[in-house]
Every structure is written in structure tokens, then in C-alpha cells.
């Protein structure tokens, strides 16, 4: 079974390393980019989704969380397919290598992620991610969870 008991010390002693925690402005303001995102693009795609999805006989559910937005496709009754846009707020990677870094900048960037039933990472920066790409990504993976080619 090998030595799990060293693999988990190792996993936490990393843990502990972490970098240092964001200022609380820096997390507020990207806090804010994210729930604006999640509000003005991908709350409006979903609501637009439900509306085409329920014209083919599917009933949609929307589920707004703090920082998250889900849509949740019924065929029959039966859960069909879900998927979520999450945002969360990430350190920029240059703590590591502090040369790197812009000392001019904030050393953390709002980011919105895209999660599915899978274990998918799509993400992107909040400020990169239009509703058109979340459509797209969307219809795509829908294909892919209903057996369809999508080249």
C-alpha cells in the first residue's frame, strides 16, 4: 500500500507553507469582479440557456450561491446534466519566484473557474471569460455528457 502516512505529512507540511493570506481590500476586490461576473454574464447566459433548453422539452433549474451559478437540466423528470461556473480569488504565482513579480501590482487575481460533474478545470480570469465562451463550453460538454461528437 506503500507509505501513505509520509505521503500525507509531505501534503501537509506543504499546506502549512502557504503563501501569505491576501489583504482584506485585495480579497473584497475580488470578491466584487467575481460576483459582478457571476451577476451581469453568467447569470443572464443560464437564463438564456433555460429558455432554449425548455423549448426541447428539458426543465431547467438555476441555483444562485454566493460566488457561484449553476444550471441543472431535467429531461423526464431525471437530472440530466449540471453544470457551474464558480469564481475564486487566487494568488499570482510569483511568490515563488519574487524576481518575477511586479512590485507595482497586487500580487493576487480574481478568477472565475468553470467546474462540471467531472473533474474539469476550465479556468480563466474573471476578465477574460465572456458569455459566449461560457455557451460555447457549455454546449460543448452537454454534446459530450449526451454521447455526441462536438468537432
Not at 469564481?87 to 462540471?116: K, N, T, W
Amino acid at each position: 500500500m506503500g507509505n501513505w502516512r509520509e505521503e500525507l505529512r509531505r501534503v501537509i507540511e506543504t499546506e502549512m507553507e502557504s503563501p501569505p493570506k491576501m489583504s482584506h481590500a485585495t480579497v473584497e476586490k475580488a470578491r466584487r469582479a467575481i460576483t459582478r461576473f457571476i451577476n451581469q454574464t453568467a447569470l443572464p447566459v443560464f437564463e438564456a440557456l433555460k429558455e432554449e433548453l425548455e423549448k426541447y422539452g428539458r426543465h431547467c433549474e438555476i441555483e444562485r450561491r454566493q460566488y457561484q451559478v449553476s444550471i441543472t437540466v431535467f429531461h423526464e423528470e431525471k437530472e440530466e446534466f449540471s453544470y457551474v461556473v464558480r469564481g475564486r480569488a487566487f494568488h499570482r504565482m510569483f511568490f515563488a519566484f519574487p524576481e518575477f513579480g511586479d512590485p507595482g501590482r497586487e500580487s493576487q487575481i480574481g478568477r472565475a473557474e468553470v467546474v462540471l460533474n467531472r473533474d474539469s478545470d476550465h479556468g480563466q480570469a474573471v476578465n477574460t471569460v465572456t458569455g459566449e465562451m461560457i455557451i460555447q463550453d457549455f454546449l460543448k460538454e452537454y454534446a459530450r455528457w449526451l454521447g455526441k461528437r462536438t468537432d
